[in-house]
């Protein structure tokens, strides 16, 4: 997400979200902290966004009634998968959504919104050229230089040149694959690919990839009608963003083509193409349930194929390599992306991001989108091709950035960080609490239930100790009764009268037991204690 404010209004450029790292355990999606933008909903004029994957669109389900409802601007596609997230969290009918098109204008205050084709890994992507004021603005958004892209509408190369015979104040441009080499690959490969593997496979096929990259869905559908076989599709982001896509007209099907479960137990396992989600080996997705034989409708078989067609995302290669080892164990064989050409990048790569510095010439140049480390090598590259060393600059996340004709500067950090969706809970889970379930998690969990006298202080009942991921309770009672020692050897020195409350006395307790836990066996487990005051 990003903000442009000009003469005291705001423009936010995409919404999306991002998935849980490793160590978020629990958590379902992570989204945009907008607190620097609490109080200034009235100052937002409007919401554009780019194009429709997760991490541009996903986040507007949760923060459009945060950010005053402003209107949305988007492409068909792109409005067309939101409007499904927005009927899911009961939004369709209040949201404003206005549809635009490429080379298309919109006025939205003191900006100008101008939307360019942007070819990407997914239908319908623009990028802006936005005018204000101060100068004129263009982001890329996602972007490649597919000279053969499958929707036959490449990179509108000719209004970038535009821009830079206007004049470009400032550039923002995707910095992605900035440490690629030469042109990333056209679409089209991968349709090449998928034409000479189909044919050659002998037994059902199984092909994951993103459910938003219709293009791709596009090549695997044109690729099993070719072999005559019929596609059932399974996993419900697949379903839903296929039948968007028919319905809005990006993704060409024949009707006689798409085939039920019935159908497909009913035809040899050479006319049948399964198409589903999956690629970055999800546990609980279709294909991971397929690979340990725990889906209830499809199982694999000798001689079957399964095509991953989709990038190793970095954090995923664990998980995906997993899913690989699995479905070879149930007798397929698998193609993706380091031993076939089943998945080119959505992102441009070095020289193609030269040419788009070459042809806009900014002033200011403001790598985004990619890891810091991708800043910095695109900031580097913008200088190579002649922006000026202190005009190419590198910003993290809430450091705003001021521009004028009269040049830039960097003012205070905002605040900004991560949101944790947690089920139906948006922003109640933080980092403490991600904190100990990883102490649970590592750790295991010991509490300890006792009840004491509330005047005496004498011991009731216990103590008893319950453990879960610590130790089996039963092959451990040894251990456990020396920790009930500890507890009483504890009470006994701290008496209720030398303490100032029960919670110092829970304090103790757990103190004690964790420094025994630790001498003894070298391990440090969450301790709870259970007073009870009888």
């Not at 006298?453 to 456990?480: A, K």
Request: aromatic share 4%; charged share 25%.
């Amino acid at each position: 997400m990003m903000a442009l404010e000009c003469r005291g209004r705001i423009l936010v450029i995409d919404c999306g979200l991002m998935f849980p790292e490793a160590y978020m355990l629990g958590i379902d999606l992570v989204i945009p902290d907008i607190s620097a933008l609490a109080g200034r909903e009235k100052d937002i004029v409007g919401l554009v966004l780019t194009h429709g994957h997760e991490d541009h669109i996903g986040a507007v389900p949760f923060l459009l009634e945060r950010l005053g409802n402003p209107p949305v601007y988007a492409t068909g596609l792109t409005l067309g998968l939101l409007r499904n997230k927005l009927e899911e969290h009961g939004l369709a009918r209040s949201a404003r959504l206005e549809q635009v098109a490429p080379r298309q204008s919109v006025e939205l205050g003191p900006f100008t919104v101008e939307f360019f084709r942007s070819a990407h890994s997914i239908v319908d992507g623009v990028g802006l050229g936005i005018r204000t004021p101060a100068g004129l603005v263009v982001h890329t958004g996602d972007i490649k230089l597919d000279p053969t892209p499958v929707d036959g509408q490449p990179t509108d190369l000719a209004r970038l040149a535009a821009y830079g015979e206007e004049g470009v104040l400032l550039l923002l441009s995707d910095s992605t694959n900035v440490e690629r080499e030469g042109h990333t690959l056209s679409e089209r490969v991968v349709g090449e690919a998928l034409a000479g593997i189909l044919p050659r496979c002998a037994g059902r096929v199984l092909v994951a990839t993103f459910s938003s990259n219709i293009h791709r869905i596009q090549q695997v559908v044109d690729a099993a009608v070719a072999c005559g076989r019929k596609i059932h599709v399974t996993g419900r982001s697949m379903v839903a963003n296929m039948a968007v896509a028919r319905q809005l007209g990006y993704l060409q099907v024949p009707d006689d083509t798409l085939i039920g479960l019935g159908q497909m137990r009913d035809l040899a396992k050479d006319q049948v193409l399964i198409i589903t989600t999956g690629s970055q080996g999800e546990p609980l997705s279709a294909l991971s349930r397929i690979a340990m034989d725990d889906h209830r409708q499809i199982q694999l078989e000798k001689g079957d194929s399964v095509i991953l067609s989709s990038k190793f995302i970095p954090g995923n290669e664990k998980a995906i390599s997993d899913l690989i080892n699995h479905l070879y164990r149930r007798g397929a064989e698998v193609f993706y992306e380091t031993t076939s050409e089943v998945h080119v990048s959505g992102h441009a790569s070095q020289e193609e991001l030269k040419q788009i510095l070459a042809l806009a010439r900014p002033r200011f140049f403001v790598p985004v989108h990619g890891e810091y480390r991708h800043l910095v090598k695109h900031a580097q590259l913008a200088r190579s091709m002649g922006v000026a060393p202190e005009n190419a600059v590198v910003i993290e996340n809430g450091l705003p950035l001021v521009l004028s004709e009269n040049g830039l500067r960097l003012e205070d950090r905002v605040e900004t960080g991560r949101v944790f969706v947690d089920g139906k809970g948006v922003g109640d889970v933080g980092f403490m609490e991600l904190r100990d379930r990883s102490h649970l998690a590592n750790h295991g969990l010991v509490v300890i239930l006792l009840a004491l006298n509330q005047t005496s202080g004498q011991i009731i009942y216990g103590p008893e100790l319950f453990t879960r991921g610590f130790v089996p309770e039963e092959e451990s009672q040894e251990l456990l009764d020396q920790a009930r020692q500890v507890i009483c050897g504890t009470l006994t020195e701290h008496s209720l009268a030398a303490l100032a409350d029960w919670e110092e006395l829970r304090v103790e307790v757990r103190k004690a037991l964790r420094r025994f836990f630790n001498r003894t066996i070298g391990r440090r487990p969450l301790i709870l204690p259970m007073v009870l005051e009888l």
